[in-house]
């Protein structure tokens, strides 16, 4: 059973400091996802990594995948107080059988 | 990316009813997926939606608690039966894109009271 762990659940940081969001899984799969979501909305898809090595950025967010250590992380650089919402990793399940979820970080940025 | 409509977007319930959701994609897609997102938590597959056959129900869930219809690809619906307050969550529907990886409908936020 596919498995996946995020952590940490919780970070309140403050404006301008940079930290890491880890997303690790238990079994093997190609494809890692990364989503936000703001209170009361559905998620929003931040990134979709689809092979070892894969890096991509966009804006203060940068997202790699390592699937030979089944770890992906979220890198958040200077931060800004737009940026808090809960984010979430997720891994396809293999086919088109849908993903597993991480439980989520709850990301809070203090001006 | 599809774009997917679902409706309601959210709404009050009482126990013991039942409450249909509906997803419709703006294009032809395979697989659709349901997920519940219990308050404060992650999300949680229920169920494959193909076309043509069978839902395909992940451990946990039933058909009998929550039918699935697929009549067409664009289209499903997920129904939550025999209500109860613990019941009372998101329901988002999804679909995969190739390129695009999987999308999600606004959400139905039901409460059960």
């Known amino acids: 059973e596919l498995k996946v762990e995020q952590n940490p659940l919780f970070l309140s940081m403050q404006e301008g400091k940079n930290y890491t969001i880890y997303c690790n899984y238990s079994t093997t799969s190609d494809r890692l996802y990364w989503y936000r979501q703001d209170p009361g909305k559905s998620l929003e898809s931040l990134f979709v990594l689809l092979s070892n090595g894969a890096v991509k950025q966009e804006g203060r967010l940068m997202a790699s995948l390592d699937t030979k250590a089944r770890l992906s992380t979220l890198h958040i650089t200077a931060a800004v107080h737009d940026l808090s919402a809960t984010y979430f990793c997720?891994?396809?399940?293999?086919?088109?059988?849908?993903?597993?979820f991480g439980k989520g970080t709850h990301l809070i940025i203090q001006p | 990316s599809a774009v997917i409509s679902q409706k309601p977007s959210r709404d009050i319930c009482q126990r013991g009813t039942s409450l249909t959701i509906q997803c419709q994609v703006d294009s032809q897609v395979t697989m659709m997926f349901w997920y519940r997102q219990q308050p404060g938590q992650s999300l949680t597959l229920i169920a494959t939606?193909?076309?043509?056959?069978?839902?395909?129900?992940e451990s946990g869930f039933v058909i009998d608690k929550f039918p699935i219809s697929r009549p067409n690809l664009t289209f499903s619906t997920l129904t939550v039966s025999n209500m109860s307050p613990e019941d009372s969550s998101i329901y988002l529907c999804?679909?995969?894109?190739?390129?695009?990886?999987?999308?999600f409908g606004s959400g139905t936020r039901l409460t059960v009271v």
């Open positions: 997720a891994v396809g399940r293999g086919g088109a059988d849908g993903l597993t």
């Open positions: 999804s679909v995969e894109h190739p390129n695009y990886g999987y999308t």
């Open positions: 939606a193909n076309q043509g056959s069978e839902a395909t129900y």
